[in-house]
């Protein structure tokens, strides 16, 4: 190994900075250049996207060819893209409104009311308009066998409310759910 070789980090490992404190953990993998030769069993290296140079003793090393590197460097790339793809809904690809992709967007909208202390009209308009609310709880008047039974369930709206009860008791007819809140 030398000075300015593509290495490829073979396990993870706990590596210190080049001064030898600051340790950061580096998962398996993780390419890098070797910026310096300390010794024979001491190489400098500058990961890709990591900050600063890591002392690594050489055996955790494995030295790669440029166009094995490159291929490496585009699957992770490919990787990564397709996993941010996978979590963004498309335009066509959000069925309700209760997908959980975009539950951020009703709790961020839920939080305005709650500092205002407009909490009752904001919950009278999300169940006009069956949207999710601010998460309270919800009293769900169901039957179970003959028996009309209540429980409380904590979700953002009616509809949750009666799913999230009809989840965990399949065999229930739910009728009715309202806000205790």
């Given at each position: 190994?030398q ?12 590596l ?45 090393l494995?030295?790669?060819?440029d ?14 893209e397709?996993?941010e ?13 209760d ?48 028996l ?6 904590k979700?953002?709206?009616a ?23």
């Amino acid at each position: 190994m030398q000075k300015e070789d593509r290495v490829e980090l073979r396990e993870t490992r706990r590596l210190p900075n080049g001064k030898g404190y600051a340790v950061r953990e580096v998962i398996e993998g993780t390419m890098g250049t070797i910026t310096s030769m300390r010794s024979p069993n001491v190489a400098h290296v500058s990961f890709d996207g990591i900050n600063g140079v890591r002392r690594v003793d050489v055996g955790y090393l494995i030295v790669v060819t440029d166009e094995v590197a490159e291929q490496r460097r585009a699957a992770a790339q490919a990787a990564k893209e397709a996993k941010e793809a996978a979590l963004r809904p498309g335009p066509d690809d959000i069925q309700s409104i209760d997908d959980p992709r975009i539950g951020w967007i009703w709790r961020m909208i839920a939080a305005a009311p709650i500092v205002q202390n407009y909490c009752g009209v904001y919950d009278t308009i999300c169940d006009e308009l069956g949207i999710p609310g601010r998460e309270r709880d919800f009293e769900v008047k169901f039957r179970l066998d003959g028996l009309n039974m209540t429980t409380t369930v904590k979700t953002m709206s009616a509809d949750a409310a009666m799913a999230a009860l009809l989840a965990k008791l399949p065999e229930a007819e739910a009728v009715r759910a309202t806000s205790n809140n």
